[in-house]
């Protein structure tokens, strides 16, 4: 079992910036891909960005040039900077962790969830 915690969430008016933090219970973290998903109200879950162990990143569309995820593997924590943001990026933001799939932004390459940590932005 590997626990995810995130944090960093908050309430900030467009054009902000919010850092968030996922630290993972594993001792496998340097050879695990990690990501950030996130889920709009009455919307599925969505993949942002991911990182695999040899630091190579996939982002979203949506937040290409705004968002940038890294890793720190001695403190098995994952960040995401997320830089001029928009109401659109409003949702509950997810850290997510797998050692098998392909690291790709799709949900189902994941097998391990965080609770999760709210963005909301205001226009």
């Known amino acids: 079992q590997v626990d995810l915690v995130e944090s960093g969430g908050g309430s900030v008016q467009a054009g902000g910036s919010l850092r968030l933090s996922c630290v993972a219970s594993t001792r496998a973290y340097n050879s695990a891909c990690v990501g950030w998903f996130r889920q709009a109200p009455g919307k599925e879950r969505e993949g942002v960005a991911t990182?695999?162990?040899?630091?190579?990143?996939i982002y979203a569309d949506s937040v290409k040039d705004r968002f940038t995820i890294s890793r720190d593997n001695n403190k098995k924590t994952l960040y995401l900077q997320m830089n001029s943001l928009k109401p659109e990026d409003t949702a509950m933001y997810y850290c997510a962790l797998d050692f098998w799939g392909s690291c790709t932004t799709d949900t189902s390459g994941f097998k391990y969830w965080g609770q999760g940590t709210q963005v909301t932005i205001s226009s």
């Open positions: 990182i695999d162990f040899r630091k190579t990143t």
